[in-house]
């Protein structure tokens, strides 16, 4: 439950910023934009997991290893163990700090397009804003006066 509650409040900010409304409201539009494009958020919640173990990972093993070679070319007589230890740690905090920041910068993206894909204002070419590599996943099948935001 308490996770359910943390993911609609987030989603809920997301809507804040975007759309300027009132929290309540802001809840209320994210819940259904969920509901509505459920696959969607699903496909990113998955990709976004992986991708969040991936750069965990990656940022905390390049932090360790450079780490590692710095202290060794530094100091060549004394043992890095206790060093190592202290960029691990400090490598997962950088790590979970940017990657936190990304899985938040991923959902606003995602909202920001179905929320314009809904409304009518996700044209694609000279004339929209959505860039080219987003043009084939864009639902033009939906009237802006149809939807209710």
Not at 19 to 48: D, E, P, Q
Not at 58 to 81: K, N, Q
Not at 129 to 141: I, N, R
Request: with cysteine; hydrophobic share 50%; proline share 3%.
């Amino acid at each position: 439950l308490e996770k359910c509650l943390k993911f609609l409040n987030k989603n809920a900010y997301i809507q804040i910023a975007l759309m300027g409304t009132n929290f309540c409201t802001s809840a209320k539009k994210a819940f259904y934009l969920i509901l509505r494009n459920v696959i969607r958020f699903g496909t990113v919640a998955v990709l976004g997991s992986m991708i969040h173990i991936i750069g965990i990972t990656f940022i905390v093993a390049g932090t360790t290893v450079i780490g590692y070679f710095l202290f060794v070319a530094m100091h060549p007589g004394e043992s890095p163990a206790v060093n190592v230890i202290i960029y691990v740690m400090v490598g997962y905090v950088i790590a979970k700090l940017f990657v936190s920041i990304f899985e938040l910068a991923v959902d606003t993206t995602l909202q920001c397009f179905l929320i314009c894909e809904e409304m009518g204002m996700g044209q694609a070419g000279e004339d929209g804003f959505v860039p080219g590599p987003l043009e084939s996943w864009l639902d033009t099948g939906k009237k802006p006066e149809d939807v209710q935001i």
